[in-house]
């Protein structure tokens, strides 16, 4: 069914669609799940357009007219016009409208889209297809609310999907408003009348689209062998239409017939935001446009705004209308909104959030500028905004200036919303004129009030060079100057006078402040050259400095030298004097010094050099006499005055020589040496010097001091001595001359203590002594002091003296065993007995040890085990004490058989049923101890040796004769033997069969079909005091046999003869290992004898 909604008037307002892809989308509305499309009739003027509503009623519409139409299902309406003209349908703007022109009308592009031309001549013609009912379509009108009447919402056909041509290519399904499923067959192929199916997998298909006409541009959207796919990106409410083509190896192309289909209709596009078309202090009118109504006409729109609040947005406004007045507002604010269109299916998004103000009042005039800081050519000046404006507004600002008599009135410096600037390229020292202005949207405000600033002067440049006002002075100079040629804008206040030394450097004092432009410099130097400059300071700052002008002062004859001194040491005859130039030299050089003397102050002065030197000696003067001493200096004025006086004396002469000292033995070890005092020579003798020794030239100092007597201490008696004594006097720069040398001889007396004493070890005693009882001691004789020595005491343990003669080595005997003695000796002479000597410490050696007790733990036949003394088995070779075990031989001599600290030893490769004889002896560091009694041992007898497997010989049925080797009888005793039988296979006990002196047996009675063992063993019979003894070997390996029938027994015999021989075999070979490890054994048992007793010993 088609509708129509009649508008004779004007047509609504439509807003252009963007173009998504290359084909156009088309407005849309959706209306629940229904597709509808808004196609535009246009009704030329003249022109009139007949339609039948739906209640069957005629309407005739007069042009011009744009009509809608609406169609449910998204297709064209059939539009039938008179003879001679033709519909086309022409895009403009995203809306299709169908124009009818005369046949012959030309078409101007630029005037309308181009058409798609294919797609008009299926408009012109009945097509069953798109109308269901008769020729005559009705067009019910819609209303302006934009609701459909619900015969429209309830009576619409469902989405219908068509075919144009030929047979059916697929099936469109689940159409939504932007995605549609389509699916396809397989094609068909005939042979010979029949149809075939092909597999898919032979098959590439290719799915292109268009949405401008059937006849309109294709394009690819999938390309694979899947047979159904999702078209994505689909346009709501917009006509499509798809084919399908297959390719593979053997079969052309083939294409598919178009399928139409309309996708559904959906919410809105998000509008433009809104513009604003007009403002108040209290109100904001704003206008917007529809967008895309998607296939659903729009029926309202929803304006928010955030109140002025910069907060959450709040509903102002939601109707059809599209423009809306915000009102009761505040000025000067700012207001936020935002737009949103509502369709049937659903609400739009929001457009972009727009910020717009409310219009205000020009602000109040602002507080004049500040200074805030001036310079010489530049001004920077802050101001705040005007009270009661807020924050929020936005102002700027223009600060005006009007320069101090120029005559050119105000002149805008700056325009900007700073609140502050700094004005450039001002004149220095100029007044300035400032008014601020405040500007708003709104307007400009009325000027501040005018304030003055004022630049601050330029420094003034430098005054002129000084220059010498009259007559330079030794002492001062007057100096004078210019003012600067360039004040920089302001009166000098003060000038500034430096000075320095021109050989100084860059050190410069200032020695004049005033506004004077002279100065007199005084408390000069004379003869010193002087640097001077000057500069000025005024409200601008501080000038350079002038150029510099020297001056130098007038000079004048020397000041006071100091009084001159020694140099070094006064002489007897010579004093050398030295001194320094004058602390003032009056401006010029030093040239030469005058040097006077007298005898005393009151003497007449004589001059005694004049030259430029700072050193003189002077000569011919008397020792130990005082003179007075007078300098002065000149330069080339003139002298200057006499320094002060100098009183110098010449050194004292030396004493006369010291007279030959008096000595007085007090005792054989002291002497007291005296002398007199000799004539001093004009220096007072301050000490005396005593030289002593025993060899005349090499004596060495032992007194020094004022006394004319020292007792001599120390010496040794019997010994000559010589002496002699030297003066000092104070000041001398040497030592007097020596007396004459004395001699003295000790008297002789007790001998010298004994300096060296020691112990003699044992290796260096020519004779072995029982070293714990005695003890050998040797000393070195001492100085005997004039009388031969005698003998000497020797003094040991508590307080013994023994007297000795004349030796010097002495052994004390008779001592106590391991005990610590103190040994000490003094030597004799006639006079007496002289000191001890230091004391040594020697200690006895400890007793040798006693025998330990001997006793045997082990008899064997061919070993004895011996252990002796308490002690572990295998001693420490640190063990103190250690052991030494003798054995008799055959010749009867005792040899030793093991030395060393262990506690048994283990005699070996001893003969059977032998006695052997033993004694042993302990030693250690003391020495060795006594032999023990001798000990005697006797080893047993040695058993049989073991026997070979015996025979077992068939003789009848049932009976057996065992044989097996004899034995010799051993040192006289007889053998005796046992055989031993076992029945059965498994290991039974065995049973005696037989004990007796005969080496076969004969067993009867046996068993048949039995297996039998037997096995034999020796044994010896001896006759000793306790009676008879019988002692058996080892037994022999089993020999295994069966009692079998008499015609079985030679291979049983063989059987177990074989088997003997193979048990007497195995038996040799073992025989034969034992004497190997048993010789190997032996040998490293000697040789660990030979290392003990030979190397560690």
């Known amino acids: 069914e088609w509708f129509s909604d009649m508008m004779a008037d004007q047509p609504p307002p439509l807003e252009a669609t963007p173009i998504l892809n290359e084909v156009p989308l088309l407005p849309h509305m959706v209306n629940g799940d229904s597709i509808q499309q808004v196609i535009l009739v246009q009704v030329n003027p003249g022109e009139t357009f007949t339609i039948t509503t739906e209640d069957g009623h005629i309407q005739c519409i007069q042009g011009p007219a744009h009509v809608p139409m609406m169609s449910p299902n998204g297709s ?47 408009y012109m013609h009945h097509h069953h297809a798109l109308l269901p009912h008769p020729p005559h379509p009705v067009y019910p009108p819609v209303p302006g609310t934009g609701e459909l009447p619900p015969q429209f919402i309830h009576q619409h056909p469902p989405p219908h999907v068509f075919q144009e041509q030929g047979e059916s290519a697929g099936d469109v399904s689940d159409i939504q408003a932007r995605s549609a499923v389509l699916s396809w067959n397989l094609p068909v192929s005939s042979q010979n009348g029949e149809s075939h199916s092909h597999s898919p997998a032979a098959f590439t298909f290719e799915v292109a689209i268009s949405n401008s006409g059937k006849n309109g541009k294709f394009k690819s959207v999938y390309v694979g062998e899947e047979l159904t796919i999702t078209l994505p990106d689909l346009r709501p409410a917009t006509d499509y239409h798809v084919r399908v083509s297959a390719t593979s190896s053997s079969i052309k192309e083939s294409v598919s017939e178009l399928v139409s289909f309309t996708t559904e209709s959906c919410e809105p596009d998000c509008p433009a935001a809104p513009k604003l078309i007009n403002r108040t202090k209290n109100s904001l009118s704003l206008q917007w446009k529809s967008s895309n109504d998607n296939g659903s006409k729009i029926t309202n729109f929803l304006l928010e705004w955030d109140e002025g609040k910069n907060g959450p947005f709040k509903e102002c406004y939601y109707g059809h209308l599209k423009q809306y007045k915000l009102t009761k507002l505040s000025p000067s604010t700012k207001y936020s909104l935002r737009l949103a269109a509502k369709n049937d299916i659903g609400m739009s998004g929001f ?124 002492h001062s100079v007057k100096v004078a100057w210019e003012p600067p040629k360039d004040n920089g804008g302001s009166d000098i206040s003060k000038y500034f006078l430096e000075i320095s030394e021109a050989l100084i450097g860059n050190k410069w004092d200032t020695i004049y402040s005033g506004s004077q432009r002279e100065h007199t410099c005084d408390h000069l130097r004379p003869g010193t050259s002087y640097r001077l400059r000057v500069y000025c300071v005024s ?446 296979r498994e290991e039974v006990s065995y049973s005696q069969v037989y004990k007796g002196p005969e080496t076969s047996f004969r067993l009867t009675s046996l068993q048949t079909n039995c297996e039998y063992r037997i096995r034999v063993c020796a044994g010896r019979q001896s006759q000793d005091s306790t009676g008879s003894q019988e002692l058996y070997g080892p037994y022999s390996p089993s020999t295994v046999f069966s009692s079998q029938k008499q015609e079985l027994v030679p291979q049983c015999a063989d059987l177990t003869t074989e088997l003997a021989e193979s048990k007497k075999t195995l038996r040799e070979e073992r025989f034969i290992a034992i004497v190997l490890l048993c010789g190997f054994a032996v040998v490293a048992i000697l040789f660990a004898v030979v290392i003990q007793y030979f190397v560690i010993k």
């Not at 403009?92 to 124009?99: I, Q, S």
């Not at 009661?388 to 105000?410: A, K, N, R």
Request: aromatic letters at 10%; proline letters at 10%.
């Open 76 to 122: 064209m309406p059939p539009i039938f016009v008179p003879p001679g003209y033709v519909s086309q349908v022409v895009e403009e703007n995203g809306v299709r409208k169908v124009v009818v022109l005369p046949h012959s009308a030309e078409f101007h592009p630029s005037m309308h889209p181009p058409p798609p031309p294919p797609h008009v001549p299926h």
């Open 351 to 474: 457009s972009e959030t727009v910020t717009y103000y409310t219009a205000g009042i020009v602000p109040p005039p602002p507080a004049p500028p500040v200074l805030v800081e001036a310079g010489v050519t530049w001004l920077s000046l802050k101001w705040s905004p005007p009270n009661g404006v807020s924050s929020d507004d936005s102002l700027t600002y223009s600060l005006d200036m009007e320069e101090e008599g120029s005559g050119y009135g105000f002149q805008p410096q700056y325009n900007g919303d700073e609140l502050s600037c700094t004005l450039r390229n001002l004149r220095r020292s100029t007044s300035y004129k400032f008014r601020l202005f405040a500007y708003n949207s709104e307007g400009k405000s009325s000027p501040s009030e005018v304030v003055e600033h004022s630049t601050n002067p330029d420094k003034p440049g430098p005054p002129s060079k000084p220059t010498v006002k009259g007559k330079i002075h030794s």
């Open 539 to 984: 409200k601008g700052g501080e000038s350079q400095a002038s150029d510099v002008m020297t001056v130098t002062t007038s000079a004048v004859p020397p000041g006071p030298c100091h009084a001159p001194c020694l140099a070094g040491k006064a002489k007897p005859k010579e004093i050398t004097l030295q001194w320094g130039p004058p602390s003032v030299d009056g401006g010029s050089d030093i040239t030469e010094y005058i040097v006077e003397m007298a005898n005393s102050e009151q003497d007449e002065r004589r001059q005694v050099y004049q030259g430029p030197a700072s050193e003189y000696a002077v000569s011919n003067l008397l020792p130990g006499r005082t003179y007075c001493f007078w300098i002065r200096a000149a330069n080339k004025v003139g002298f200057g005055p006499h320094s002060d006086k100098a009183e110098i004396s010449t050194a004292p002469g030396p004493p006369d020589q010291c007279c030959k000292p008096v000595i007085t033995c007090k005792n054989a070890t002291s002497v007291i040496v005296s002398w007199e005092s000799p004539a001093c020579n004009g220096a007072e003798i301050s000490e005396y010097r005593l030289d002593w020794g025993q060899v005349e030239g090499s004596m060495h100092v032992i007194y020094t001091g004022p006394c004319q007597s020292y007792e001599v201490k120390g010496l040794t008696p019997a010994t000559t001595y010589y002496c002699r004594s030297l003066f000092q006097a104070v000041n001398i720069s040497g030592v007097g001359l020596f007396g004459e040398t004395g001699v003295v001889t000790t008297p002789a007396s007790v001998p010298a203590a004994v300096s060296v004493l020691h112990l003699l070890e044992e290796d260096q005693m020519e004779i072995s002594l029982p070293l714990s009882t005695c003890l050998a001691i040797q000393w070195e004789e001492p100085c005997c002091h004039g009388s031969e020595i005698t003998g000497y005491n020797i003094e040991y343990g508590e307080k013994q003296l023994v007297t000795v003669g004349r030796n010097t080595s002495h052994v004390l005997e008779n001592l106590l065993p391991d005990t610590l003695y103190r040994i000490r000796i003094q030597a004799i002479n006639s006079f007496g007995v002289g000191p001890f000597s230091h004391s040594i410490k020697a200690k006895t050696k400890p007793l040798p040890p006693d025998p330990p007790h001997l006793e045997c733990v082990v008899f064997s036949y061919q070993s004895l085990k011996l252990k002796w003394g308490e002690g572990p088995s295998r001693a420490l070779i640190t063990n103190p004490t250690q052991f030494n075990l003798q054995m008799e031989d055959r010749f009867g001599r005792f040899v030793t058989v093991y030395s060393g600290p262990c506690h048994t030893y283990k005699v070996q490769r001893l003969s059977e049923s032998t006695t052997y004889y033993f004694k042993i002896q302990a030693y250690n560091d003391a020495g060795e101890g006594e032999f023990s009694e001798v000990y005697a041992f006797t080893t047993t007898k040695s058993p049989p040796a073991s026997l070979k497997a015996p025979k077992a010989n068939q003789l009848e049925e049932n009976t057996y004769e065992i044989t097996w080797e004899p034995l010799q009888p051993m040192k006289g005793d007889s053998i005796v033997y046992i055989l031993q039988l076992a029945a059965g």
